[in-house]
């Protein structure tokens, strides 16, 4: 946890409550927190809806507010019993927690607040809280290590999508034209890309033969290099011999295994 | 099997002809059951078809019947040919086969059952059973295995998905509005799930450049985790039998698997 | 190959030059066969296109004749150079060969033999011709032993897809009805299969929020298990320990190395 | 790099910070360069939407003008800093940098260049000049290794793809028609490219049961046969490191990598 618990007292048994999941009071306010996260979402996406909102918008309201007012007391809770409050109220979690809260308050203060009350919605990030409960923290390590092992090939790879999202979304705009729905440049590459990741709504399509050649062109490409990616994370998945990043301090050649002990190439101590 | 095989007699012989395939008969019964399932799907899926129901009702229907009663002498034969019947009964395979010929026997007593008999296309899960046949069900347990080790993996991925899937419907709600069909949340975010699974209907899409901005931002996502899920699987099936690193006290050799108890190569106990 | 080559004279010359590739001529006639081969599926192509066969019909009939009589004396001589012709004429390219001159020849007898033409097109097929020619054989032969060995995993897993398209499929007619374009349960089935596989063509497309929520679900379902078939086809092409069929003749138990002398489990010799 | 290092004077000073990233003056460069390419795309891409260009026609013709003389002097000092400004000339990056400025000034002398304007987008590509700052090198040419080695499978596997498209789109031709918009067997390729990658825009899509139903078949074998490139590229990107069977004369471990001249847990020579 980003927050130190306190020595002793109510704020520590508040702090094993809220924060840990090791004690009974622990699970079973983490469980309540979850279902209350969900119901206020759904009130949210229930408010959304034009016919529900007219039919049962007091109902709707009323529960936001009941929400809004239990998440407050457990923001002031959460501040109340961390040893530095400041460190919280500014981790990751902190902050989508107040955003959780505000812009209900907003609407008391702000009259056109409207569309920043969807905001709020950002309270379903709160649900990965529910990650420290459980197994499941080892196995996200293990996901986002292998990504982040990745990332320079994925940047690599996107750099290299986008350039032909660019190229290819050009050559349609002059092989198409405007009269066939390829506008402008930018335009035709937000139809490269609807092509190239095999996505195909359909609102932009091309009508010349030579349009369509290139266009069957594009998507066995972006068929073909959807392997890319998938090879990348797989193998950073499977990579059973992670390679050390020392070099041999004698011959200076690098990529030994991590349990060398001594330089592959030249036989120096490592 | 679920089911347990009587000690002798009538009861045995039936079970050994209708639960098991190690028999001539108990391999016919099989092939003689799957083919009566897919003639009695195909007569369903047909009997939906308005312009085939208004030529041929009377055939479909007399065929229908001919196969519920089939069915329903097979289901009463099961019940007797088994020792503890309420266990049979209450299995997977025992309520599927029972949701088979229930809705038609419905029909007879309740008027309006009409949308109740596709129930009755459960009956393509009856299939399975031909699984019991063949060296098929190493396969599908190797499968099952996979997934079932990666259940957690799998569990975060799609929490995480639907994590986005409501950020970028809630985002898209606000930027597209509901004059271009982002009616309300619950839709745009179906419109989400539809961009990020790469399956791209068109029945609603973007219409404004800074719209087609962010449904390409998803899409590149959506096309790049794709290998999320797959590297999972994948490396789940790819490493099945990991290698012991001890090496046989008798001839020396390694790369024997982890539950091996003599050496490969020498018979040496390990 | 499977004809066999004679022994002398002219039809072993013409065995070397139609059937191999080692000797110079028989690489030259592979190349012209392929450029052959590729022009006139291109001449079929554009006789399909309407504006193209008004304007060109005579040149293209021309040169559809022209390269019908190249092939079927191509295919006299082949079976004029191999020992036993009934074996080459029944061999999968015997056929082939035969179909790509055939509806030609049928259009001067059979009046009504315009679709019949479009069979000429299985002259793409003969293109797999080449890999003869080259260093392909065992690249192809890689992917078709990892297809191969991984057989029944896949019917397994096309089978449980064909079941989920059968229940959803179903369960959309009911729950989106005949006036959303769910007319018969077969078109429901089409639409599920076009969702599962993120194909998403858009001409039929769920309309209720019921309807759509179940749309989605499949759409992630679909997004999710692709990486089955993707993990069983990897895990095959990188699996590196194939395990011999063999079982100890001294326990009876199986999945030992197809390099072990005995059997890990008990020592017993193989 | 392609071009050779002046011995001295200024050139040398030129080529280090142009073509080079270890001073402080060559990342600079790179980084002022990056900034420059990636607004002068935008320019063009904003000069290609019609609403944009009417209202600021002349501050997007003044930065193109700024952009083009920015990197004309760029390419002409490239040419000064290079021993041989043919070789660099006629290099991949040395065409580029010339398409990055040829069509603005094309439109000086001929006035229908309109077109040619697009070619200017190329300038993206000059991106990749980045990748020789950064240790991206590692990284880019991992994933070519593995396409490289991959590329005859790649190969037989489109060929297979392409096969499969003619055979398919011809079929749909005959069974579909032209009153259903497949008006001639090159468009039905088109869609059956659009089918078989499982992009599916909608613009042409089967109306018969008996077209719905081979698309099905179409659409499941395309969702079945990604499976294949991803497995080759996979398969290439996780066999990186093979391991030695070789153990080690003096302490007698094994797993060292194949390149290895030193036992690397006790330094003897292998």
Do not use: N
């Amino acid at each position: 946890m980003l927050t130190d618990k306190p020595d002793q007292g109510l704020r520590r048994t508040l702090h094993e409550i809220i924060f840990e999941a090791d004690t009974r009071a622990g699970r079973f306010f983490d469980l309540m927190l979850i279902l209350a996260i969900l119901m206020s979402v759904l009130v949210i996406l229930l408010d959304s809806m034009a016919e529900i909102r007219r039919e049962y918008s007091t109902l709707l309201l009323i529960l936001e507010w009941g929400f809004t007012l239990l998440f407050t007391v457990e923001y002031v809770l959460r501040l109340y019993s961390v040893r530095r409050p400041l460190v919280y109220a500014r981790s990751f979690f902190g902050v989508v927690d107040l955003l959780a809260i505000l812009p209900t308050w907003a609407t008391l203060f702000v009259p056109g607040a409207h569309y920043l009350t969807v905001v709020r919605l950002l309270r379903v990030l709160r649900i990965f809280r529910v990650l420290k409960l459980a197994q499941y923290v080892s196995e996200a390590q293990h996901i986002m290590r292998a990504l982040h092992e990745s990332k320079r090939k994925i940047l690599v790879f996107l750099m290299c999508v986008l350039s032909l999202v660019t190229v290819f979304g050009a050559l349609m705009y002059v092989v198409e034209g405007e009269e066939h729905g390829f506008t402008s440049i930018p335009r035709s590459m937000y139809w490269a890309v609807v092509t190239l990741t095999t996505v195909g709504y359909g609102d932009i399509s091309p009508r010349t033969p030579l349009g369509q050649g290139i266009a069957s062109f594009i998507m066995l490409m972006g068929y073909g290099i959807i392997a890319v990616p998938t090879g990348i994370v797989t193998s950073a998945l499977v990579r059973p011999r992670p390679v050390s990043t020392q070099a041999c301090p004698v011959c200076g050649r690098d990529g030994h295994d991590v349990d060398a002990v001594h330089c592959k190439y030249c036989g120096g101590h490592l």
